[in-house]
């Protein structure tokens, strides 16, 4: 339990997260994995993408799809991303979603 006055329950809540490797995770999972990462992400670099690929190698179940412009609200922005075009109302990716549905279809057998 965190000491209120010494800390934020947002703060107790990213201290909890710093031991928390969600790729190494994922790797005990027993169900397929769709993994997907905008290019265009202020706050989940592209790069990261790799960290999820090494944790994941021998699972053959697990896709990866990448946008170049979605940014972290899933957003395609033009602009590079800063995370002020958040304040701007934006739709989730269409071909995310296209996507999304496809990857159920697949894994549910009805591709």
Do not use: C
């Not at 994995?33 to 905008?38: A, R, S």
């Not at 990261?48 to 190698?57: E, R, V, Y």
């Not at 958040?86 to 995310?96: A, I």
């Amino acid at each position: 339990m965190f000491n209120e006055t010494k800390q934020s329950p947002i703060g107790y809540w990213w201290a909890d997260l710093r031991n928390y490797y969600t790729a190494e995770e994922a790797k005990d999972q027993k169900v397929p994995l769709l993994i997907l990462q905008g290019e265009n992400d202020a706050q989940v670099h592209v790069d990261q993408l790799q960290g999820w690929k090494d944790a994941l190698t021998g699972r053959d179940d697990v896709e990866y799809l990448q946008y170049p412009k979605m940014n972290h609200f899933l957003v395609e922005v033009e602009q590079t991303s800063t995370g002020t075009e958040y304040e701007v109302p934006g739709n989730v990716s269409s071909l995310l979603i296209h996507d999304l549905a496809e990857w159920v279809k697949k894994i549910a057998g009805h591709s």
